[in-house]
Nanobody
C-alpha cells in the first residue's frame, strides 16, 4: 500500500522500553535506506536512526547505544527497539526514506511519551 504506518508507541517510565514498527510499500524497502524520525513539541523533525537495504545502520548520538533499528525486506517492515528511554525521547516517531523530496508522504506517526 502507498501509506506509511507507524505503531507501537505508548506511555513508559524513564528507563523503560518500547518497540516501534513501521510498514510501507515494497518499493521503500527494496530501493531505499530507511530511517526513523521524531518530532518533539517546539522542535523540528529530526532523523535519529537509519538502515540501508543491506542492513548498515547509523544513529544520532542522542540515541546511540540505546536504540536499535532493524528491517525485514521480505515483509516490508522496520522496527525501532528503544531501551533505557529518557524523558527527552518524548516525541512523535515517524518512519520514512532517508532521502526525501518535496511531496513525499508521511504517516501519522506514533506517540512516545516517557514520564514518571
Amino acid at each position: 500500500q502507498a501509506q506509511l504506518v507507524e505503531s507501537g508507541g505508548g506511555l513508559v517510565q524513564p528507563g523503560g522500553s518500547l518497540r516501534l514498527t513501521c510498514t510501507a510499500s515494497g518499493a521503500f524497502f527494496r530501493y531505499n535506506t530507511m530511517g526513523w524520525y521524531r518530532q518533539a513539541p517546539g522542535k523540528e523533525r529530526e532523523l535519529v536512526a537509519t538502515i540501508s537495504v543491506a542492513g548498515k545502520t547509523n544513529y544520532d548520538n542522542s540515541v546511540k547505544g540505546r536504540f536499535t533499528i532493524s528491517r525485514n525486506n521480505a515483509d516490508n517492515t522496520m522496527n525501532l527497539q528503544m531501551n533505557n528511554l529518557k524523558p527527552e525521547d518524548t516525541a512523535v516517531y515517524f518512519c520514512n526514506k532517508e532521502h526525501l523530496w518535496r511531496g513525499d508522504p508521511w504517516g501519522q506517526g506514533t506517540q512516545v511519551t516517557v514520564s514518571s
